[in-house]
């Protein structure tokens, strides 16, 4: 292997070298070329994040998954979804990276945010060997459960979500017993949900369609166990895909935030969410 002194250089001419070295990606997964061109707030909110002991205690991010820095892409593409909602793989990684590298403003909201989903999801008394823990899975679920708590502010039972989404979780499981999706005429009369899930969360599962896919049966599963589950007269129910843009929007600082830094490009972006 040919080693080259530089000197002394400054670090934007390492990361500028190190990105060219990597333009291709072929050495390197997408996060850890990001890693090298971004260190600022967002990265750094990201990368918090993807320490908390909530992960750990549910081993969500194995090591191996660590080291190529999968847990850093997950939450990434966690945190940018709430933002921005669902999109195609990690189309806005980059983008994100960028826009909010000198401030990232909404951490600590955020991160209340976030913190009221982990208790949440914590409260559900999923199983250590649950699908919910599965990277996929768990994945939709925090950005769906964001949606019903904290933008539609649903009064949600945590004992009746939670006995729904076992129970689901587990036909999921059955449908998929033996690790083989069946064919559309083999699927059960009853279950045609559990296997739009299934089938998107098996196939191309970052996605954009099969991202939105999920969210739509898992937003109405838990939207049915609302008390009331009808919506005012004019108003749509949304899902995450429309609920947290509307977010985003009503918001508005953190938008004015990201024109004040760098602006975004207009296109951008696995843990394997």
């Known amino acids: 292997m040919a080693v080259r002194d530089l000197g002394a250089v400054d670090k934007n001419t390492i990361r500028e070298i190190f990105r060219r070295i990597n333009s291709t ?8 070329v990001l890693n090298a061109m971004y260190s600022g707030k967002y990265k750094q909110y990201c990368e918090a994040l993807s320490r908390q002991p909530f992960f750990d205690q549910h081993k969500v991010f194995p090591e191996a998954y660590r080291k190529r820095m999968y847990d850093l892409t997950f939450c990434v593409i966690l945190v940018t979804t709430i933002l921005s909602g669902y999109y195609r ?73 939670g006995q729904r989404l076992r129970v689901f979780y587990g036909q999921v499981d059955q449908l998929y017993k033996g690790k083989k999706l069946p ?5 059960p009369s009853g279950q045609e949900q559990v296997f739009r899930y299934l089938k998107a969360a098996t196939k191309a599962t970052n996605d954009k369609y099969a991202r939105v896919e999920r969210a739509e049966v898992i937003s109405e599963l838990i939207r049915r166990t609302t008390p009331d589950r009808a919506e005012p007269s004019g108003k749509e129910p949304t899902s995450g895909a429309t609920a947290l843009r509307a977010n985003r929007v009503a918001s508005g600082a953190q938008g004015k935030q ?8 207009t296109k951008a972006h696995k843990p394997r969410d």
């Open 89 to 161: 793989r990690d189309e806005k990684n980059a983008e994100y990276l960028e826009r909010y590298n000198d401030e990232f403003l909404d951490d600590d909201k955020i991160q209340a945010q976030l913190d009221q989903v982990f208790d949440f999801v914590e409260r559900c008394g999923f199983a250590e060997h649950s699908r919910a823990w599965k990277q996929t899975d768990l994945f939709t679920l925090l950005v769906e459960l964001h949606s019903a708590l904290i933008v539609n502010k649903s009064p949600l039972d945590v004992e009746t979500v």
């Open 258 to 265: 990201g024109r004040r830094a760098k602006p975004a490009a």
């Open 25 to 32: 990606d072929y050495a390197l997964k997408s996060m850890e």
């Open 183 to 187: 064919e559309e005429g083999e699927v």
